[in-house]
């Protein structure tokens, strides 16, 4: 089955720098790969989500890149602000399964 | 909110017993897929529903089962309860389950606690 690993496990940033969040896979036929943002008992959200014809997307302050070549995709947020403290965890699915593959998560902590 | 809506909100049960988590997906979207998440822990996939049919299966033990009724809305049964079945228990749903790359949306989630 797929396997998907998510580093790093912690990640601080100081208020305004950028984070960065990056997630390997391992099954060459997986192309939709999504991102969700989880806060403290909340539900997870998605925030921003890729398909394997593309190299990158983008939405305000949150960016996604793939390298489909190297099997991983990445995480950018800029312009870091408190609220965006919470564990981000990556996702890998596989067109015909609709098993969603999550990664182990992130805790990413704003320092203001 | 997502639209995906789960009952009840919190449930605090003891070892031995069974219970019923509800899931009613969006409108319009045919898949259901529960997931479970335990303390400090990642979402671990437990078994998919579409349009009435087991679709996929994840790590769920054979004390749990689940089922998708007519109108779409999905129970998940957990039965013979342990210490560590306390978690919480997250539903999402997708327009559709076949062979598509759908976004999976995610309910607010159960918390169960098993005392």
């Known amino acids: 089955g797929e396997n998907v690993e998510q580093h790093p496990s912690t990640l601080s940033v100081q208020e305004g720098d950028s984070a960065v969040i990056k997630c390997t896979y391992s099954?060459?036929?997986?192309?939709?790969f999504p991102w969700y943002k989880q806060e403290l008992g909340k539900r997870p959200q998605l925030i921003i989500d890729?398909?394997?014809?593309?190299g990158e997307k983008k939405d305000q302050r949150i960016a996604v890149t793939l390298n489909k070549t190297a099997k991983h995709f990445s995480l950018h947020i800029t312009e870091t602000q408190p609220e965006d403290s919470a564990v981000y965890f990556c996702?890998?699915?596989?067109?015909?399964?609709?098993?969603?593959?999550f990664g182990t998560g992130t805790r990413l902590t704003i320092i203001p | 909110d997502s639209g995906v809506t789960q009952t009840p909100k919190h449930l605090i049960t003891a070892t031995g017993q069974r219970v019923t988590l509800r899931c009613s997906p969006r409108?319009?979207?045919?898949?259901v897929y529960w997931y479970q998440q335990s303390l400090d822990q990642g979402l671990q996939f437990l078994i998919q529903?579409?349009?009435?049919?087991?679709?996929a299966k994840g790590n769920i033990l054979e004390r749990f089962s689940a089922q998708q009724f007519p109108d779409l809305h999905s129970e998940l049964n957990l039965s013979s309860l342990e210490l560590g079945d306390s978690a919480l228990y997250f539903c999402?749903?997708?327009?559709?389950?076949?062979?598509?790359?759908?976004?999976?949306?995610f309910g607010p989630g159960t918390r169960l606690t098993v005392l």
């Open positions: 529903y579409y349009n009435g049919e087991e679709r």
């Open positions: 999402a749903s997708s327009v559709s389950g076949r062979g598509s790359t759908d976004t999976q949306y």
């Open positions: 099954d060459s036929a997986s192309n939709y």
């Open positions: 890729i398909r394997s014809n593309v």
């Open positions: 996702a890998v699915n596989n067109f015909g399964n609709e098993k969603l593959t």
């Open positions: 409108s319009g979207d045919l898949s």
